[in-house]
C-alpha cells in the first residue's frame, strides 16, 4: 500500500487575545424603589441594530407604566425622587414620544406592565440606542453613564417632556456587565 505525501497544513496560531478595548455587549441594572431597596433587574444586549432589555420588577402598583433610559448613571437620591438621573438619553436633542412626529427622543421606549400581583416581566427592544454608541445610536455607557427609570403612570408617547408618565418610582443605573 503506497502512502502518498502527507501535507501537514501549517498550524494556524489563532491569536485568541481579546483586547482590553473591547466594547461591552451586555449591561445590567438593578432596579431600586423609593425606599433605596431592589425590587428588580433590567439586563441589556447590545444587538446588531439596537438594543434588547429584559425587565423583570415586583411590587408595584398594577397598570402601565412608563420606562425610559435617563441620561446620568445615579439612583442614589431614592428619597428625592430620582432626578439626579435628570432628563432622557437625548444627545440629538428630539422631543419626547415614540407617537411623535418630531421624535423620539434616545431614551423613550414602549410601556410595560405590572399585573395585579404587582410584577413585570417584559422583553422589549430600541433602536434609539447603543450600550457604546455603535452606529452612531445613543451611547448608554457613556461618561455619565445612564440610568433606568420608571414612572408612576403610562407614557403617551407624544406629551413633553415625559408623556405625563407622572413621578419616578423606580431607578436603575446600567452598568457594563462583561
Ligand atoms: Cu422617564
Do not use: W
Amino acid at each position: 500500500m503506497t502512502i502518498g505525501k502527507m501535507l501537514l497544513p501549517a498550524a494556524l496560531l489563532c491569536a485568541a487575545v481579546a483586547t482590553s478595548a473591547e466594547a461591552a455587549d451586555k449591561a445590567i441594572a438593578d432596579i431600586l424603589g423609593k425606599d433605596g431597596r431592589s425590587i428588580g433587574t433590567a439586563a441589556f444586549t447590545e444587538a446588531p441594530t439596537g438594543v434588547l432589555i429584559r425587565i423583570e420588577l415586583r411590587g408595584l402598583p398594577p397598570g402601565f407604566k412608563a420606562v425610559h433610559i435617563h441620561s446620568v448613571g445615579t439612583c442614589a437620591d431614592h428619597d428625592h425622587g430620582f432626578v439626579a438621573s435628570k432628563a432622557h438619553l437625548n444627545p440629538q436633542n428630539r422631543k419626547h414620544g415614540l407617537l411623535n412626529a418630531e421624535g423620539p427622543d434616545a431614551g423613550d421606549l414602549p410601556n410595560v406592565y405590572a399585573h395585579a400581583d404587582g410584577n413585570v416581566t417584559a422583553e422589549i427592544f430600541t433602536t434609539l440606542a447603543s450600550l457604546e454608541g455603535k452606529g452612531g445610536r445613543a451611547a448608554i455607557l457613556d461618561a455619565d453613564g445612564a440610568a433606568l427609570v420608571v414612572h408612576a403612570g403610562p407614557d403617551d408617547h407624544v406629551t413633553q417632556p415625559i408623556g405625563g408618565a407622572g413621578v419616578r418610582v423606580a431607578c436603575g443605573v446600567i452598568q457594563a456587565a462583561r
